[in-house]
């Protein structure tokens, strides 16, 4: 079945500072979503995003479907960001489920 | 705005038990999806339902049954608990149109320990 794999596993970062985070697959995808799982393990939709840019605030995410990669980038990190981000995706299996990667732990200090 | 919501936060349970989890959706979503989270596992899909009264197993449905007798409404049922089953569960639900191509929503999630 289909790969995927998230980079970093974990990531600290100090308050302000921007990062991205990585996601490969390793077959074409037709589903692609960044989720935030917060440390309450509610998990949140950030983006709906199988090919192109997409901003929302602080946020972005890039999704190149042809090198079977997305990134996703955090500007200006806030304490609240801190949690779990999962890359999940969709290559038109027969179950319509998702699959997701392992996710990057974020931790942004005061 | 989707909303997915999951009857409890918390919950817990005895060995040997039947516990119920219930899913209500409320965007007339035609997939409904239970999966179960664990650490160092990720997120693995235990049934999906894409109608009323229809089911298809996961990747892990051992130990587990569902019912979706209504469009709004997913159940997940643990016919006899055991400790293993001791998780986070997640339901989510999305709309039917080439199914595997519409982003899904997410419950809060359901933390069940079985004693």
């Known amino acids: 079945g289909i790969q995927v794999e998230q980079s970093p596993p974990d990531l600290i970062l100090q308050e302000g500072a921007n990062s991205t985070l990585r996601c490969n697959f390793s077959d074409s995808v037709n589903n692609l979503q960044w989720f935030h799982q917060n440390p309450w393990g509610q998990l949140i939709n950030l983006f709906y995003?199988?090919?192109g840019t997409k901003q929302n605030g602080r946020l972005s995410a890039t999704t190149v479907a042809t090198e079977r990669y997305s990134l996703l980038y955090i500007s200006s990190s806030q304490t609240t960001d801190s949690g779990v981000y999962f890359c999940a995706v969709n290559h038109g299996g027969s179950q319509g489920n998702l699959i997701f990667g392992k996710g990057t732990k974020l931790s942004v200090k005061p | 705005d989707v909303k997915v919501t999951q009857s409890s936060r918390y919950l817990v349970k005895r060995t040997g038990e039947k516990v119920f989890l219930e899913c209500v959706q409320d965007m007339d979503h035609e997939n409904m999806f239970w999966y179960r989270q664990d650490p160092g596992l990720g997120l693995r899909l235990i049934y999906f339902?894409?109608?009323?009264?229809?089911?298809e197993k996961g990747d892990i449905p051992e130990g587990y049954s569902v019912s979706r007798e209504k469009k709004e409404r997913f159940s997940l049922i643990l016919e006899s608990a055991s400790t293993n089953q001791t998780s986070m569960y997640l339901c989510?639900?999305?709309?039917?149109?080439?199914?595997?191509?519409?982003?899904?929503?997410f419950g809060d999630g359901t933390r069940l320990s079985i004693l």
């Open positions: 339902s894409y109608d009323v009264k229809m089911k």
């Open positions: 995003i199988p090919s």
């Open positions: 989510a639900s999305s709309p039917w149109r080439s199914y595997s191509n519409q982003p899904q929503h």
